[in-house]
């Protein structure tokens, strides 16, 4: 073993937990539900698989679905700033929710941060 991976660290059991707190959180923050499928089910299962390869594990999203484009994919919808600091803070509150060392949580934050600026794609609509 030469390094250990933000993936190495959480663990698969606390990575699906954090996903289902994230979602959970996003189903009841009104800049977000309105976008989001009404069940999560599915979504949450993708993106399992996308933060496990995010943080260094295993490349178990690109194995089902092909290179994630994440940009591309997320076109359909409106993301504006808002939607990405909402999107941000649920991810910051699930974290919390997971019981995520803070160390461990300023790490994925400052990536999926980064990322989620990433998605904009749309300006705020009162500017
Ligand atoms: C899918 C919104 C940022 C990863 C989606 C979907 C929406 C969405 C509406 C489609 C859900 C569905 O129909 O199942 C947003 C918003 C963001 C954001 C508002 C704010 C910036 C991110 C970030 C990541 C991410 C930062 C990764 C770190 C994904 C993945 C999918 C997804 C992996 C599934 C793609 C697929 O269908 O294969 N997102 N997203 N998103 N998002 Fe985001």
Redesign the pocket.
């Known amino acids: 073993q030469e390094q250990q991976t933000l993936f190495d660290y959480i663990g698969e059991t606390k990575l699906h937990q954090l996903v289902d707190a994230f979602y959970a959180r996003v189903q009841e923050h009104p800049d977000?539900a309105p976008?989001?499928?009404d069940d999560?089910t599915?979504?949450a299962r993708?993106?399992k698989q996308?933060?496990t390869q995010?943080f260094g594990g295993p490349p178990l999203?690109t194995e089902e679905?092909g290179h994630?484009m994440?940009r591309a994919?997320?076109m359909p919808?409106t993301?504006t700033p808002v939607?990405?600091s909402a999107?941000v803070f649920c991810m910051e509150e699930a974290m919390e929710d997971t019981g995520i060392e803070e160390e461990v949580q300023e790490h994925m934050l400052e990536r999926?941060t980064l990322?989620?600026r990433h998605?904009?794609n749309s300006p705020d609509p009162d500017g």
């Open positions: 977000l976008i989001f499928p999560l599915e979504t993708k993106q996308f933060l995010f999203y679905h994630p994440l994919r997320h919808f993301i939607r990405a999107w999926l990322t989620a998605m904009i």
